[in-house]
């Protein structure tokens, strides 16, 4: 099928977190996967064990950088050692794209740790954007923003989440990475519909999709990557690569690790919706 204009760099499908409690089954039996997915910050090493891992893995795969710590929603712009680091790690890796979350996360230099949403305002879009240009003008490959699940709002937000998203991303020229979990915990955190989120994006910017478990509480749910994907989140996913094609997509599973095995067969459901799409589109 025909890829839009944010995936058409990548034959990839189906990827999953590279974690380190999988890293000997992996380089020992060489799984059939198409690429794993790195977290940035863990490798903007000079040398140590997980580098040299990390090397091992890139002999044989293809390794997509998936960033935590870019801050690209900070009042006080961007980091520019930070996006030093991140550019010597995408030489070395030849990461085909490089992804990082629409958040904040620091104040004068003091870090929560947390990904952080932003207000939904022009002011934010228009400080997003001018970051995510500096950022895509250092780095040489594209990049893509994802959205965030969330558990708080704003009440100085004048847009909705899906609108100030792709305000972000048409205003900075940049791909979506579509957490389609995220968007499923912050539609009962927040009691809107995901459908409507869905529907509403550009979905030619797509260039990636993240699938992952979640826990519910009463209080609401919460984005923990500790359980198998809901169906509720297949549903949309389903969805989703109607509108935007088949597109790389990468279970996250980051707490109670199963076995690589359990892993791997989870994160390859997502075929499921593939051939049927395929298939209408051949016909």
């Known amino acids: 099928m025909a890829r839009n204009r944010f995936n058409a760099f990548s034959t990839l499908d189906i990827g999953i977190g590279l974690r380190s409690p999988h890293l000997g089954q992996i380089l020992a039996q060489r799984p059939a996967l198409s690429w794993f997915e790195i977290i940035s910050e863990n490798y903007m090493v000079e040398g140590g064990m997980a580098l040299a891992a990390l090397e091992r893995i890139l002999e044989h795969y293809t ?13 006080q712009g961007i980091d520019g050692e930070h996006l030093q680091r991140l550019r010597r790690l995408v030489a070395r890796t030849g990461s085909p794209w ?27 879009v228009d400080l997003v954007v001018e970051n995510l240009k500096r950022v895509q003008g250092e780095l040489e490959v594209p990049f893509v923003v994802e959205n965030l699940g969330s558990y708080a709002t704003y009440g100085q937000s004048i847009m909705s989440e899906w609108e100030f998203l792709a305000e972000v991303a048409e205003g900075a020229d940049v791909g979506i990475l579509l957490d389609l979990n995220n968007i499923y915990v912050s539609s009962v955190n927040h009691a809107f ?6 529907h509403a994006l550009p979905h030619e910017r797509i260039a990636q999709f993240h699938v992952a478990g979640h826990s519910v509480h009463p209080e609401g749910i919460v984005d923990t990557h500790d359980h198998p994907v809901d169906e509720a989140v297949w549903a949309l996913y389903a969805r989703a690569i109607e509108l935007a094609g088949p597109t790389p997509t990468l279970l996250e599973w980051d707490a109670r690790i199963p076995s690589f095995e359990e892993v791997y067969a989870e994160a390859m459901k997502a075929k499921r919706y593939w051939p049927a799409l395929e298939m209408a589109h051949a016909s």
Request: proline share 7%; net charge negative.
């Open 63 to 75: 390794v997509v950088q998936h960033g935590v710590g870019l801050n690209i929603g900070s009042a």
């Open 98 to 124: 490089v992804s990082d979350h629409l958040s904040w996360g620091s104040v004068d230099g003091h870090y929560s740790h947390d990904l952080l949403p932003l207000p939904y305002t022009w002011e934010a």
């Open 193 to 198: 519909d995901p459908w409507r989120y869905l």
